[in-house]
């Protein structure tokens, strides 16, 4: 273990593999929440639409396109986020990522312990819980979670173990990167903005790619796997092995997201919220876990490059008062980092603090 994990609270640090590998019976005090804070209440709401599943196939085919572009619309209106099935990753490379994800947490913990770090920054960072040396409630979850894009300034820093980690997962990431520029043209047009709009920044934005273990847990009723959050990027596109992802909808209930085969997860971020002045919104989520099954989720949070100032595109803010005034101000993605490490997200959510009050 390098000084620098000892400094920065590994000293403290016990995963959720650690515990599940230990086989305790039940959780410890830390993992267990209040009781208005536990997961065990989802209610089902009537839908007026079922939750969005967006089928990307002919999707260069200008009425598919259109098509497309209204189902996209209504998902981010009514729920912040939808699913994607036909979206050109092919199901061998979601697989082998999935296997490296598997192997990687699968190391000997000392193995990972080398990558630790609590300090947001760090472009490659093995962890626990969401911030674990803040938290106050841990979360069943183990990560290892590295920037992405461009892929080989960052290559050389992932884990070199298991061996196929690098190639396997960069596969990966390359391609989500690509879907990612062709969800946020059809994004941008499904506001009335050029699918254009932003190219330089969208290419040029990064790409954190957070790969999440959560293990069997003996007591999943009592715990999360990761707390209640916004995403702080652009879009986010979520893999998921099983179901536990749930989303909070707009009568404040807690839904989950099915397990589609195939599928791809998109949410919407704080920085889509900020950019549409607020017409779209980003979706408020947290992660159960399973009393008998691990669960692996692939988190690709994409962002515009990481100082540039994002605020409401100016065509979707009217200063004559007919449409939105400016509702929100600018914010970059350093400076999303900088909260992080000095806030408890479970209390204050960054977006809070950028709105602006009429
Ligand atoms: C995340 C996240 C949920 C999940 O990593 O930001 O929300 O299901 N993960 O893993
Ligand atoms: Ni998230």
């Known amino acids: 273990m390098d000084n620098q994990a000892k400094s920065s609270g590994a000293s403290s640090f016990t995963s959720a593999m650690n515990l599940d590998q230990q086989g305790v019976s039940s959780i410890p005090q830390r993992y267990v929440l209040p009781p208005s804070q536990r997961p065990n209440i989802i209610h089902h709401d009537e839908h007026v639409?079922?939750?969005?599943?967006?089928?990307?196939?002919?999707?260069?085919?200008?009425?598919?396109r259109y098509q497309i572009i209204n189902e996209i619309r209504n998902a981010c209106k009514e729920f912040g986020f939808f699913q994607v099935i036909n979206h050109g990753i092919d199901q061998s490379a979601i697989n082998e990522a999935l296997k490296a994800a598997e192997e990687f947490f699968n190391l000997p913990h000392e193995e990972k312990m080398c990558l630790f770090s609590d300090d947001v920054h760090k472009p490659v960072r093995y962890g626990t819980s969401l911030n674990h040396a803040r938290d106050e409630v841990f979360c069943w979850r183990d990560f290892i979670k590295h920037y992405s894009h461009p892929l080989s300034d960052w290559l050389h820093l992932w884990p070199s173990n298991p061996p196929s980690y690098r190639k396997n997962m960069g596969n990966y990431a390359e391609a989500v990167q690509d879907l990612q520029t062709k969800l946020m043209e059809m994004i941008f047009e499904s506001l009335g903005l050029n699918p254009s709009y932003l190219e330089e920044e969208v290419n040029g934005g990064s790409q954190l790619l957070a790969v999440n273990c959560y293990p069997a847990c003996p007591e999943p009723e009592l715990t999360l796997g990761i707390h209640p959050h916004s995403d702080y990027g652009s879009i986010t596109v979520l893999l998921q092995t099983r179901s536990g992802l749930e989303f909070k909808n707009k009568?404040?209930?807690?839904?989950a997201v099915p397990l589609v085969e195939g599928g791809l997860v998109v949410q919407l971020g704080d920085q889509m919220e900020v950019l549409s002045n607020g017409v779209y919104k980003s979706v408020i989520h947290r992660a159960t876990v399973n009393v008998d099954k691990k669960r692996f989720s692939i988190v690709s949070l994409h962002s515009f490059a990481m100082d540039k100032k994002i605020g409401p595109a100016k065509e979707l803010v009217d200063d004559d008062h007919h449409q939105l005034p400016k509702c929100y101000n600018e914010f970059s993605f350093s400076e999303f980092l900088h909260f992080i490490s000095n806030n408890d997200i479970t209390k204050e959510r960054f977006l809070d603090t950028l709105k602006i009050m009429k």
């Open 49 to 64: 639409l079922p939750l969005p599943i967006i089928d990307l196939s002919d999707f260069h085919d200008q009425s598919r």
């Open 251 to 255: 009568n404040n209930n807690w839904e």
